[in-house]
């Protein structure tokens, strides 16, 4: 079975980081998700979340570990995830490698988002 890293990156107003899929991606096309990648074979998470971050935001950040479980997103798509927390205020350092966009949002603001990453969101923050 596939294994993925995920990320939930927060700043200090505790907005959430989310990244905007592209129309061609094959899941969840179009939606703003948290940023995250495979593993590859007999890689260690935390080697796998630093190569994800670079390629992803082309950044280093020094995340926390925070569990590995089975995790279902929205249309029954179960996945298992090794999840890590950090901090970021300044996007400005990141450089945007895949998707459409990357933003943050309030508490507030992810309750009107179609996000499949709504329920592990909620947990985690």
Do not use: H
């Not at 890689?43 to 925070?66: D, H, M, W, Y």
């Amino acid at each position: 079975m596939k294994k993925s890293v995920v990320w939930i990156l927060t700043n200090n107003q505790k907005e959430v980081l989310l990244q905007k899929r592209t129309a061609d991606y094959k899941r969840f096309p179009k939606m703003w998700t948290l940023f995250g990648g495979g593993t590859n074979s007999n890689e260690k998470p935390e080697k796998a979340v630093k190569r994800e971050l670079k390629e992803e935001l082309g950044i280093e950040l020094n995340l926390k570990f925070c569990g590995e479980f089975f995790y279902t997103q929205l249309k029954g798509k179960k996945q298992y995830i090794y999840l890590f927390k950090g901090k970021l205020n300044n996007l400005k350092k990141t450089s945007l490698k895949e998707g459409n966009g990357v933003a943050f949002f309030s508490k507030e603001e992810l309750k009107d988002l179609n996000c499949p990453d709504i329920e592990l969101i909620k947990k985690w923050i």
